[in-house]
């Protein structure tokens, strides 16, 4: 029976503005699943959306839509972009799918009869974004100590896991099994900063977000995100169900890849659930690294995105997807974070894939349908070719050795060292010049018959990681694209078989031309304020329209902080016949504020106004006085102005939405 092979993408949150980061761990679990289906082994490569929680739910409530209005179009992006890099998942489970529901209400239930779950008060700080809880001691001046963003105190009545009662188990694990996590460097992450420092139970459900899976002993509760979003892992495959045989089959886990910033989620409280449940551990958590831009975090919410072009979408359609793929998986040190920058980009699918790779299959199919009507015999063999020949049939061993480690960058040094090997042999051999020697054609069709070999081991063993010009090179050297392992050494290619020359599967890039096309492409992306991706009904387009360059998101109005002010002072400003200078209430705080409007309002008039002021704007001085906001007026075409205010009777400082 076939080795099985369980991998597992963390489920993405359904947040749209998709960026090349967001594809780093997607495209390395498909990368190793690809590798393991090529071992022969039965894999099973998941990955989904977790799509419940209190940022949805306000983020559909902000829209006006329903949660599942908003992020129905958002999951067919990801899907779609998953499709763009050729993922082959075996599944994509939603976290709103019926069976996945059913199989969290069942572990609540377990864990509720098991006594390890409980009812008590909770009381903490909530960071939405992030949906995780924090105790005072655990804030950073007061904020989010994972994104420094706001927190909220919350209060309510909760049930609790007992997390703490599994502290010392958990560090016997750690002992005992330092495998478990990955790199070494975030096991004592854990070990120190969380599990010595002692665990305190956790609160797992909230009777404030509606969006959730409801508790199936306490309805008015619903799931905590987080333990909703774990358990993905094992009810994709049917746990508790009538129907596990998926589970059986599967589980445990052969992989958790992660990104190092949910690392304590899945290697601290994951563990304590499934320990909590009588249920196996999975074998392994790999935290991996970043893709950062300017040393920080390539993050939708920080905006960093620019000047850089990260668009997966605009990235695969200019470059094709191998490109993405290849970038992601050899340029950034396994573990690592990585600078992302467009020029890194070019520059390694020039060198890699357009001079390197690209080279070595078209001139070597090019020389042979030239030379020779098919592929010509291997004659007597010299050192040089010997050479070649061994460091082609060791090329598997190592690279298995690197992907037993995870370590894509390093298995695809391997690989390109052969190519670069060929690529000297090619200087070394000079099938030029024994191409015009008609003494040396024996000679000619051995070099051909090397490079050729070397040319269907390389598209062999590169099948994980570029799923597109492998099948080229393969088809060109008359290989069935499904060719696996049995055919990695030295050998299989026999005289006679079809060649075909191959155009240039990467053609080489103007790096200079293309940075500056790069660079007017991103500021017009930057200049369009497009509708989100989200509220669309239709589906993700590369390019937006002009009518949505005039648009912005709800997101960018969101910025525009409005509240009802009202005047309680007023008199002209000195040497100007346009500007009033008002004292206006806000709440409980005053303003002074600067406006135009003197030409349509007296001093006296303006005072006991209720206004609606911009309250966040960066205060600027006019005529000297300081102005802290604006007033909203509605202008007409003569340039008419008149106040903005609300129809009925409302406190200052009360929010415009
Ligand atoms: N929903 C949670 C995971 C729950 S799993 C039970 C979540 N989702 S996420 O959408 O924020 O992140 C999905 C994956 O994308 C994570 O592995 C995250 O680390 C990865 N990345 C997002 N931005 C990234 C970079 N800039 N660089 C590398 N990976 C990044 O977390």
Not at 158 to 163: D, E, K, N, P
Not at 255 to 266: D, N, P
Not at 403 to 418: K, S, V, W, Y
Request: aromatic letters at 10%.
């Amino acid at each position: 029976m076939a080795k099985k092979y369980y991998i597992t993408t963390p489920i993405y949150y359904p947040s749209g503005n998709w960026h090349i980061g967001h594809c780093y761990t997607t495209v390395i679990c498909d990368a190793l699943a690809r590798f393991h289906k090529l071992m022969g082994e039965d894999v099973f490569f998941l990955t989904g959306t977790d799509e419940h929680g209190q940022k949805v739910e306000k983020e559909a409530a902000k829209r006006g839509i329903t949660p599942r209005e908003f992020i129905d179009p958002l999951v067919a992006e990801l899907q779609d972009m998953w499709r763009l890099l050729d993922v082959g998942y075996d599944r994509f489970l939603r976290t709103t799918d019926e069976d996945h529901v059913k199989c969290v209400q069942r572990i609540y239930q377990k864990l509720y009869d098991s006594g390890d779950v409980y009812k008590a008060e909770y009381s903490g700080y909530y960071c939405t974004p992030c949906e995780s809880f924090w105790t005072e001691a655990q804030l950073k001046e007061g904020k989010c100590p994972d994104c420094g963003r706001e927190v909220t105190l919350q209060k309510e009545e909760s049930y609790f896991f007992r997390l703490s009662k599994y502290a010392p188990r958990l560090l016997k694990l750690y002992e005992d099994n330092p495998e478990f996590l990955q790199p070494k460097s975030r096991v004592n992450e854990m070990v120190n900063n969380f599990l010595k420092a002692g665990l305190t139970d956790l609160s797992v459900s909230r009777t404030t977000v509606k969006w959730g899976v409801p508790l199936p002993f306490d309805p008015k509760h619903t799931a905590y995100v987080w333990i909703d979003a774990l358990s993905n892992y094992i009810s994709a495959l049917g746990y508790g169900s009538e129907n596990d045989a998926l589970y059986k089959k599967y589980w445990s886990a052969d992989l958790h890849l992660v990104g190092k910033e949910i690392v304590r989620f899945h290697a601290i409280i994951w563990p304590a659930i499934l320990m909590a449940l009588g249920e196996p551990l999975p074998k392994q958590i790999y935290g991996h690294g970043w893709l950062l831009i300017g040393g920080e975090k390539l993050s939708k919410s920080k905006e960093n995105a620019r000047p850089e072009l990260t668009d997966p979408y605009e990235l695969v359609k200019r470059y094709g997807a191998d490109a993405v793929r290849y970038f992601l998986l050899r340029e950034i040190p396994f573990g690592s974070d990585g600078e992302y920058t467009t020029e890194r980009f070019l520059k390694r699918i020039n060198s890699d894939l357009a001079n390197d790779l690209g080279n070595l299959v078209s001139r070597t199919s090019a020389m042979i349908v030239q030379n020779f009507e098919s592929l010509p015999p291997c004659g007597e063999k010299t050192a040089l070719d010997l050479e070649l020949e061994e460091m082609a049939n060791g090329l598997f061993a190592k690279v298995k050795d690197a992907m037993d480690r995870l370590n894509a960058p390093e298995a695809l040094e391997h690989i390109f060292a052969l190519v670069g090997r060929a690529n000297k042999y090619i200087d070394e051999t000079t099938p030029w010049l024994l191409a015009k020697d008609p003494s040396e054609r024996e000679r000619l069709g051995t070099v051909l018959y090397h490079l050729a070999e070397v040319c269907r081991i390389c598209a062999v063993l590169l099948k994980p990681f570029l799923t597109r010009s492998t099948s080229l090179i393969l088809k060109s050297f008359s290989c069935p694209e499904d060719m696996g392992l049995e055919s990695v050494s030295f050998g299989y290619l026999q005289a006679g078989a079809r060649v075909e020359k191959l155009p240039p599967i990467f053609p080489r890039i103007d790096v200079a031309k293309e940075l500056a096309a790069v660079e007017k492409l991103v500021k017009e992306k930057n200049a369009q304020k497009s509708a989100p991706k989200g509220a669309q009904k239709s589906a993700p387009s590369v390019i937006s329209s002009e009518a949505e360059k005039s648009q912005i998101t709800i997101d960018e109005f969101g910025k525009v902080e409005l509240k009802i002010g009202e005047v309680i002072a007023c008199e002209k400003v000195k040497k100007s016949e346009k500007l009033l200078h008002e004292t206006v209430k806000v709440g409980e705080e005053t303003r002074s504020v600067v406006s135009g409007i003197a030409k349509f309002y007296t001093p006296e008039e303006m005072v006991g106004k209720k206004v609606v002021l911009v309250t966040n704007l960066k205060p600027a001085k006019l005529c000297g006085v300081l102005s802290e906001g604006m007033i909203l007026c509605a202008e007409d075409e003569e340039g008419n102005l008149t106040l903005l205010s609300p129809e009925k009777a409302i406190a200052s400082g009360a929010k415009v939405r």
